[in-house]
Protein backbone atom coordinates (compact mmCIF):
# COMPACT_ATOMS: atom_id res chain seq x y z
CA UNK A 1 0.00 0.00 0.00
CA UNK A 2 0.86 3.64 -0.84
CA UNK A 3 -0.14 7.01 -0.18
CA UNK A 4 -3.49 7.48 -3.11
CA UNK A 5 -4.45 3.63 -2.97
CA UNK A 6 -7.86 3.68 -2.98
CA UNK A 7 -9.50 0.83 -1.14
CA UNK A 8 -12.67 -0.98 -0.48
CA UNK A 9 -14.36 -2.69 2.13
CA UNK A 10 -15.85 -6.57 2.04
CA UNK A 11 -18.71 -5.91 4.65
CA UNK A 12 -20.21 -2.44 3.66
CA UNK A 13 -20.06 0.53 1.07
CA UNK A 14 -17.15 2.54 2.88
CA UNK A 15 -14.12 3.34 0.96
CA UNK A 16 -10.79 5.04 1.83
CA UNK A 17 -8.20 6.71 0.38
CA UNK A 18 -4.62 6.14 1.88
CA UNK A 19 -3.09 9.00 2.66
CA UNK A 20 -0.45 8.23 5.31
CA UNK A 21 0.42 4.27 5.81
CA UNK A 22 3.05 2.74 8.77
CA UNK A 23 4.93 -0.43 8.11
CA UNK A 24 2.08 -2.91 8.47
CA UNK A 25 -0.34 -3.43 5.85
CA UNK A 26 -3.41 -4.27 8.37
CA UNK A 27 -6.22 -1.82 7.28
CA UNK A 28 -9.39 -3.47 8.70
CA UNK A 29 -13.08 -1.94 8.08
CA UNK A 30 -15.61 -3.88 9.97
CA UNK A 31 -12.98 -6.38 11.16
CA UNK A 32 -12.17 -7.61 7.11
CA UNK A 33 -8.84 -6.20 5.22
CA UNK A 34 -9.87 -3.50 2.83
CA UNK A 35 -8.63 -4.24 -0.78
CA UNK A 36 -9.15 -3.07 -4.31
CA UNK A 37 -11.37 -5.92 -5.35
CA UNK A 38 -13.30 -7.22 -2.14
CA UNK A 39 -14.98 -10.37 -2.18
CA UNK A 40 -18.51 -9.67 -0.02
CA UNK A 41 -18.32 -10.92 3.33
CA UNK A 42 -19.41 -10.77 6.95
CA UNK A 43 -18.32 -8.31 9.10
CA UNK A 44 -17.60 -8.42 13.14
CA UNK A 45 -20.45 -6.69 14.63
CA UNK A 46 -17.78 -5.08 17.57
CA UNK A 47 -16.15 -3.51 14.77
CA UNK A 48 -19.17 -1.59 13.24
CA UNK A 49 -19.19 1.89 14.16
CA UNK A 50 -19.24 3.45 11.00
CA UNK A 51 -17.01 5.81 8.90
CA UNK A 52 -18.21 9.33 7.58
CA UNK A 53 -17.50 10.96 3.84
CA UNK A 54 -14.72 13.14 4.02
CA UNK A 55 -13.22 12.88 7.58
CA UNK A 56 -9.79 12.10 8.12
CA UNK A 57 -9.07 8.72 10.35
CA UNK A 58 -5.47 8.26 12.35
CA UNK A 59 -4.26 6.51 15.14
CA UNK A 60 -2.94 7.70 18.39
CA UNK A 61 0.55 8.04 16.89
CA UNK A 62 -0.32 9.55 13.63
CA UNK A 63 1.68 7.14 12.01
CA UNK A 64 -1.31 5.99 9.69
CA UNK A 65 -3.97 8.56 7.97
CA UNK A 66 -6.82 7.53 5.59
CA UNK A 67 -9.56 9.73 3.70
CA UNK A 68 -12.70 8.54 3.96
CA UNK A 69 -14.33 9.17 0.31
CA UNK A 70 -17.71 6.98 0.99
CA UNK A 71 -19.70 6.20 4.40
CA UNK A 72 -20.08 3.13 5.49
CA UNK A 73 -21.00 0.97 8.47
CA UNK A 74 -17.51 -0.84 9.30
CA UNK A 75 -15.45 0.95 11.67
CA UNK A 76 -11.31 1.38 10.29
CA UNK A 77 -8.83 -0.63 12.20
CA UNK A 78 -4.85 -0.65 12.06
CA UNK A 79 -2.80 -3.24 13.86
CA UNK A 80 -5.83 -4.19 16.27
CA UNK A 81 -6.11 0.01 16.93
CA UNK A 82 -9.19 1.41 15.75
CA UNK A 83 -8.74 4.43 13.96
CA UNK A 84 -10.32 7.66 15.00
CA UNK A 85 -11.55 11.26 13.38
CA UNK A 86 -8.32 13.80 12.94
CA UNK A 87 -9.05 16.95 14.51
CA UNK A 88 -9.60 20.11 12.11
CA UNK A 89 -7.40 23.33 12.35
CA UNK A 90 -8.63 26.43 13.04
CA UNK A 91 -8.43 28.96 10.79
CA UNK A 92 -7.36 32.23 11.01
CA UNK A 93 -9.76 35.30 11.81
CA UNK A 94 -10.79 37.56 8.61
CA UNK A 95 -11.30 40.28 10.68
Known amino acids: ?24 ED ?14 AEGNPDHMHGCLIGKRYVNAEETVEVLCVKSGDG ?8 LMTKDTKKLPSSD
Open 1 to 24: MKPGTRLKSAVCDAEVMIIKIGDS
Open 27 to 40: LTCGGVALATDPAS
Open 75 to 82: SLHYAGEE
